[in-house]
C-alpha cells in the first residue's frame, strides 16, 4: 500500500582508491550495501585498478596515469640480518607519505573533473587516497576515510598540508582536511593506536576478490597452521616471498600447515614436506576457520582476517607498515612479531610453539574476533552516510 509519500533522492558517493588491490577489498562490503540501498557507486582509481573494481561488480572510473610504484616500495624493504638500514630523509617527511601525495597529484585532476560532471554527495577515500580529500575540498562535500588496517597515516598528519596545498593550489582549491570529519575503522581495538580520532566502528568483513569454491577441511588431530604471505612482497621479488621457507620452518614442528598462496606463488615454494598442503587462491578466512594459528607477512587484510576468525598469530615484517602492524599485535597479546633482520627458521618456527603453548594469545584472538562479530555491519552505516551527505 503506498503512503503517499515520496521516497528520499538516491545518494551518489564516491568511492576514491589509487591502485592497489589490498586497499580496496576492505571497502567493497560498504561499496555493496550502499548500491543494496540503492544509492549510485563509482570508484575512482588509476586504470590498472579497474578490472579488480569491476570483478566486484561495481563501476570504475579512471584518473591519471598508471604508475609503477615497485620500485619505490622496494626501497622501504627493511633491512635483513647484515645489511644497512636506509638513512630516512632530511627533511624528515616519511617517503611513503610523498609517494601517495605523488599519486594524489597525478590522479588529482582528472578525478576533480569527473566528479564536478557527476556531482556526489559524499566522498569515501582509503587513507593514502589523497585524491578523495581534494575532490571533497574542490566540490564543498563531506570526505570520509575508509582504514584497511590499523590507521599509520593520522601519526604524521602533521606533515600532509605541506604535501597536498601545493596540489590544492593547482586545482584553486583552499585548505584540505586529508583527515577527513569521519574515520571509519574495520580495525579491532587491539590494534587502535593512542589517540582519539573520532572513528566509527564497523565489522570487518574479509574480501579476497570474487568469490571462490568453499574450502573444507577435515578434523586432524594436531594443531594445523595457515601460512599465507599475501602479494605485495612476491611483486616485490621472489627474494622476499619467505611463504615456502617458512611453511618448511613451521612444519618442523607436531603441526599440519596448510599454504594459502596464489597461483603464480606456486613456482616460487620449493620443495615442500608431506605435513604440508598447498591451496591456490582460497578465500583466506575459509582456509582460516579450520585453523589454530596464523603465519604471514604481516599486510593488514592477512593480520585483520586472521583476527576475525579468533586466531593467534606470528607476523613477519618486510616492510615498515607491516613491521608496524606486527608490533602493535604483539602489544596487543594476540601474537608475536619478527623484523626481517631477525628471520630464520629457528627463530618463525620458535615463535609459532611459543603461540601454540601459551594460551594467553589465542583469548586475546578470540576477543577480538567478538568484539568484531558485535560491531555494526557496513549496511548499518547507511543511513548515518546519508544523513552525513545532507549535512
Known sequence: MSTGGRRPRALRVLFVMWGWRSHLHPVA???WALR???HEVRVLGQPAL????????LTAVAAGPDLDVLPEFRKFVLPTEGQDAPRP?????????????????EMAADAVRFAQAWRPDLVIAEPTAFAGPLVAAALGIPSVRH????????GAARFLPGLLEPIGGRLGVGP?????????????SCLHAPGNLPRRLVRYLPCSGPERAEVILGPVSRPRVCVTWGHTMELLGPQYFLAGETARAVAELDVNVVLAISARQRALLGE?????????DPPLDQVLAHCDVLVSQGGAGSV???????????AVGQLPDHLAIARRLEAAGAGRALAAAEFSPAAVAGAVFDVLQRDGFAAVARRARLENEDRPAPADLVGELRSLAGR
Open 176 to 188: 584540505v582536511d586529508p583527515l577527513g570529519g569521519t574515520t571509519i575503522d574495520p580495525t579491532p
Open 304 to 314: 585483520l582476517t586472521g583476527l576475525a576468525a579468533g586466531l593467534p598469530q606470528v
Open 272 to 280: 615442500l614436506p608431506p605435513n604440508v598442503s598447498v591451496f591456490v
Open 147 to 154: 582504514l584497511y588496517g590499523p590507521d599509520l597515516v593520522a
Open 50 to 57: 579497474g578490472p579488480a573494481i569491476t570483478e566486484l561488480g
Open 89 to 105: 630523509p632530511a627533511d624528515g617527511v616519511p617517503r611513503a607519505l610523498k609517494l601517495f601525495a605523488r599519486l594524489a597529484g
Open 36 to 38: 543494496g540501498a540503492g
Open 29 to 31: 562490503p560498504l561499496a
